[in-house]
């Protein structure tokens, strides 16, 4: 193991292979930090309805939970696509994975038009950001995981159309994907959270 | 990563403003962090004023009023830890530090770490904006307590607190982005040869203290939007009015606030550890054991929070668990110290400027650690609590911190920086310029807390107990040795400023380190080294037995003393 090594020209040698792609391993990163603030937001609300003694508070209206229920259905559906496409992509079935994103980008975009359709009846019936703080709360949490849905599935559309007969920029694609993991994954807890408890 | 650069003649514009050169980005940080320490040295100037000479009118401010009062406290404790300690320590040293020392061109997201460092920029100009507002900057202290800091009503800046939050929050979002790209390149970019216990100790430090930060900023950046609601539409998450509950932003606060003091701290810590290293010249003692310490004071850093809301009302069976966690996480930091000093044990050293500053570095910080023990306890601290005693502790840590771990890190690293040397002369007079008048300011604190003078009160003409000669002596000794170290600080300007221009040209190697910035030239060229290095051994093989000189470079090729003694 000691002793001088073979001393060329180190452009040549390898570098320490990186054992996790760095675009994974960034995003990684920000989903930890994204974890921690849906955790902070959670656990606000949590204390928030622990300390309040009719909850949710009177005259505001309920939230529609079948609805969502479906909905959620769709999101579960759209990760689940993006799954098969990363399949399809590793095996470099290039066609199919693009077909197979389009879906996920499809399912994801219907999941975020009837949380809006589903705001704006709940916004007639006098649930606001100001109502009450159970107003308050639903509208930052649903509405911060919304808006990461939004950006998210931005950046699938751009990696959708922009897919070429060769595929599509590796890392671009695993790290979409996280993000994706990370917006699907962690909404069955928020509705569990904010819809049923 | 390792196709080879084009060169073409870049422009002014290209290559120091709107560079992605590492370099570049960590001068970027570490020149406007300097600047905003400036303002932040002024607001402590005028209000020490204003508390030994109460009610006179300060020389370049004016009369100070309880609103501005207010604000300069806040400002100069925001600006001197978000402003200053981290663009500095982190992410100056980081940007210029990480691909150097690991052999490798530049960061692994390069525009990415220009975007982080443009944010940042934006985030101190919303900042310093936020003072010429009317009414001023935010006055309700660096920790934005609600209901103080939710509404208008109370802290009497309806444009400066939310402007103070944005700043905040932007800034956050600048050193995640950053902290992604540290951590990212420490991993994948590091040169070949180079294994985990060959990474040199600073760097770990400062991707450790990145992970901390991203770990608890999310908590923090949750509670800041909750208070930018609650200022600006009205919502009441923290107030109970609204069956909100104001107790949340101290946790979430806090939650950030307690491994933010590590975030800081670690980087600093390993500055030091590669001077002693360096000057002791002796192998660091213990590499395992402090990256090990490193890594349990990280994790027990996010369960001492509470112990900042020991008085606010919490459980206090909660607060005797945050007692024994508290005192359990001196445990790993005494430790450190220890390691630290068995390096210099039996050393022959040799007390150059940043030698002088790190060994003033274990020194001070001492002082702030035992201090700290004293506000641990929850039921001392239910005395000392709100009094100085506690502002004399947090800045006996943060001033060995942010200002000490600077000063040791710029002049050890300035000939590799700006291909000069620093005169050494003026900067020992600086050295003790400073670290004399910075122990008669907190003595006098510590004094002055212990007899009870509580924070946050803009003059105590109107405390009679507190109000006696003895006690405005003390203030008086303060403010005009706090005076005194703010003149030295001209020393440095001086000093580096000139050493710039007309300093003795540097060598590549003038400490005779092991670390692979020093195998290229003084300063380093865009893309940093012509050949990429291979890494053999670790980085502080110094005065090994079979070696002529008392160095061995990590890039010299060669065996690897660490596998040939098993
Ligand atoms: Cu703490």
């Known amino acids: 193991m000691s002793g001088p090594q073979s001393v060329g020209s180190p452009r040549t040698l390898t570098r320490t292979g990186p054992v996790i792609p760095s675009s994974l391993l960034a995003m990684v990163a920000l989903v930890l930090t994204e974890i921690m603030l849906f955790a902070a937001l959670i656990s606000s609300f949590l204390i928030v309805k622990a300390d309040a003694s009719i909850w949710p508070p ?59 359709y589903e705001w704006s009846k709940l916004l007639g019936f006098g649930l606001t950001v100001t109502s009450s703080i159970y107003g308050s709360f639903f509208y930052l949490i649903i509405g911060f995981h919304a808006l990461h849905a939004v950006g998210a599935l931005v950046a699938m559309l751009h990696l959708f159309l922009t897919f070429g007969p060769q595929g599509q920029s590796a890392s671009r694609f695993l790290g979409t994907q996280v993000f994706w993991y990370f917006v699907v994954g962690i909404w069955p807890i928020l509705y569990y959270l904010v819809y049923l408890s | ?66 609103l501005a009062y207010n604000s300069l406290v806040t400002n100069h404790g925001t600006i001197m ?44 100009l919303v900042l310093i904006a936020s003072f010429f507002v009317p009414n001023g900057g935010f006055g309700g202290s660096w ?125 600093a810590m390993g500055i030091v550890a590669e001077i002693m290293a360096v000057f002791a010249r002796k192998k660091l003692f213990g590499y395992k054991t402090i990256l090990y310490s490193v890594f349990a004071t990280g994790i027990l850093s996010f369960v001492v929070w509470a112990h900042h809301q020991f008085i606010a009302g919490i459980d206090p069976r909660m607060a005797n668990l945050f007692t024994v966690t508290t005192l359990i996480i001196s445990v790993p930091i005494a430790e450190l110290c220890f390691v630290y000093i068995a390096t210099l044990y039996g050393a022959s050293i040799t ?12 020194a001070e910080f001492l002082i702030g650690g035992v201090t700290g023990i004293f506000l641990g306890a929850s039921g001392l601290d239910v005395y000392y609590h709100d009094t100085y005693f ?82 405005q002596n003390l203030r008086i000794i303060a403010t005009v040795s706090l005076i005194a170290m703010l003149a030295f600080q001209v020393v440095f300007i001086v000093n580096m400023v000139y050493s710039w221009f007309r300093g003795k040209k540097a060598e590549i190697n003038p400490w005779k380190a092991n670390t692979l910035e020093w195998t290229v030239p003084s300063p380093p060229p865009h893309g940093n080294f012509a050949e990429f290095p291979t890494v053999y051994r670790g980085p502080y093989e110094y005065s090994h037995p079979d070696r002529e000189v008392d160095y061995w470079p990590q890039n010299e090729p060669g065996p690897d003393p660490a596998k040939s003694r098993k």
Request: net charge neutral; glycine share 10%; hydrophobic share 55%.
């Open chain 2, 143 to 267: 920790t934005a307590y609600p209901p103080l800091s939710a509404e208008a009503q109370y802290n009497a800046t309806p444009l400066g607190a939310p402007m103070w939050v944005i700043a905040v929050g932007l800034e956050f979002v600048a050193f995640l982005l950053g902290g992604i790209n540290f951590i990212t390149t420490l991993m994948n970019a590091r040169a070949p040869g180079m294994k985990m216990y060959d990474i040199p100790i600073v760097l770990w430090m400062i991707v450790i203290a990145s992970i901390l930060f991203m770990c608890s900023v999310g908590p923090l950046l949750a509670g800041a939007i909750m208070l930018l609601f609650d200022q600006l539409i009205g919502t009441g998450f923290y107030n109970p009015a609204h069956g909100g509950d104001p107790l949340l932003w101290q946790h979430l606060f806090w939650f950030f606030g307690h491994p933010e003091v590590y975030v800081v701290l670690l980087p």
């Open chain 2, 390 to 471: 506690v502002v004399a502790h947090f800045h006996y840590t943060f001033v060995p911190i942010a200002i000490i771990g600077f000063y040791a890190g710029i002049t050890y690293w300035f000939p590799k920086m700006f291909g000069r040397m620093l005169n050494e002369y003026w900067g020992k007079v600086h050295f003790w310029g400073t670290i004399i008048p910075f122990n008669f300011i907190f003595i006098p604190l510590f004094i002055l807390g212990a007899a009870g003078q509580h924070r946050r009160i803009s003059g105590y003409v109107h405390f009679p107990d507190l109000y006696t000669q003895d006690l």
């Open chain 2, 1 to 66: 990563m390792s196709e080879a650069h084009t060169h073409h003649e870049m422009s002014f514009w290209e290559k120091y403003v709107f560079s992605t050169d590492h370099k570049i980005i960590g001068f970027q940080y570490m020149f406007t962090g300097l600047f905003m320490a400036l303002i932040g040295g002024f607001f402590v100037y005028v209000f020490r004023m204003q508390l030994a000479f109460p009610g006179i009118d300060v020389p370049g401010f004016g009369h100070v009023s309880e």
């Open chain 1, 58 to 116: 009177l005259g505001q209206p309920r939230l529609p939970v079948i609805v969502t229920a479906v909905n959620t259905g769709f999101l579960l559906g759209s990760g689940f696509m993006f799954f098969l496409a990363n399949r399809r992509f590793r095996v470099g079935d290039f066609p199919a994975s693009r077909k197979l994103m389009g879906m996920a980008v499809f399912l994801g975009g219907v999941f975020v038009a009837v949380q809006g």
């Open chain 2, 81 to 124: 830890i978000f402003w200053f300690a981290m663009p500095v320590l982190i992410a100056a040293f980081g940007n210029f530090l990480i691909p150097l020392m690991i052999g490798a061109d530049d960061m692994v997201f390069p525009r990415i770490n220009r975007l982080s460092y443009q944010i940042f920029l934006l985030s101190a």
């Open chain 2, 351 to 362: 007390f150059s400027t940043p030698m002088l500053w790190a060994l003033a570095f274990m």
